[in-house]
């Protein structure tokens, strides 16, 4: 009931296209979705993040959509550049509780 | 505003000997989570510390490791009688409220 399923494991985009990636959870009582990206060793860098009182959260090129009834959440990224090209994390947590990951997504665009 | 400061960034072991691990969380933030990832593996939760207290350690194996954050000064995760697999990266964050975390850039571990 603690985890954060993840899909897909890997995943190639063209430039310019849309990068979607999909997590689902099980604990209801999760409140709070970051999205987190990876590069090559580094650390983990906040993305974005949503709470479930909204459906969808959009920053620049990044949109976050919420199904709170399906207890499911995507990271869609617009117009996917080289540079984006990175290992993605979704995630949830209860406050003040450990933030659960799911196992990543490696996304490589094309030029 | 600095950020989650790790250090060593990198940490070579032979197999028995000890690794401390160390984490300036950024200013303002009392509580710490240390995360370990394994090559194109995720992020497996370790510990969650407040200032003096463990408050989870589930993710923590029961021998040999141990992870503190004192009053004054970094939080410590500890390795005693290293082995072979637990040659990983370990990375640290922290919060100010418990919600929000910022990982810092990672303690590459190599046990030879």
């Known amino acids: 009931q603690q985890q954060v399923k993840q899909s897909p494991q890997s995943l190639i985009v063209q430039k310019g296209g849309i990068s979607i990636i999909n997590c689902a959870y099980e604990n209801t009582a999760f409140d709070y979705f970051p999205w987190y990206q990876q590069f090559p060793g580094k650390g983990p860098a906040l993305l974005i993040a949503?709470?479930?009182?909204?459906s969808e959260k959009k920053e620049g090129r990044f949109t976050i959509s919420f199904n709170k009834s399906a207890k499911q959440f995507s990271l869609h990224i617009m117009d996917s550049q080289p540079g984006d090209s990175a290992t993605y994390f979704c995630?949830?947590?209860?406050?003040?509780?450990?933030?659960?990951f799911g196992k990543g997504t490696r996304l490589h665009i094309l030029p | 505003n600095a950020g989650v400061m790790q250090n060593p960034r990198h940490l070579v072991r032979r197999r028995g000997q000890e690794a401390r691990l160390r984490c300036s969380p950024m200013?303002?933030?009392?509580?710490v989570y240390w995360y370990r990832q394994l090559p194109e593996e995720g992020l497996k939760f370790m510990v969650y510390l407040q200032k003096e207290n463990i408050i989870d350690e589930s993710g923590m194996p029961k021998e040999r490791f141990s992870a503190e954050f004192p009053k004054e000064g970094p939080s410590i995760l500890r390795i005693q009688q290293v082995v072979r697999g637990d040659s990983a990266a370990y990375f640290c964050?922290?919060?100010?409220?418990?919600?929000?975390?910022?990982f810092g850039e990672g303690s590459w571990l190599t046990v030879v």
């Open positions: 995630a949830a947590s209860i406050p003040r509780d450990k933030i659960i």
């Open positions: 949503i709470r479930p009182d909204v």
């Open positions: 964050a922290s919060s100010p409220r418990g919600d929000t975390i910022y």
């Open positions: 200013k303002g933030h009392s509580h």
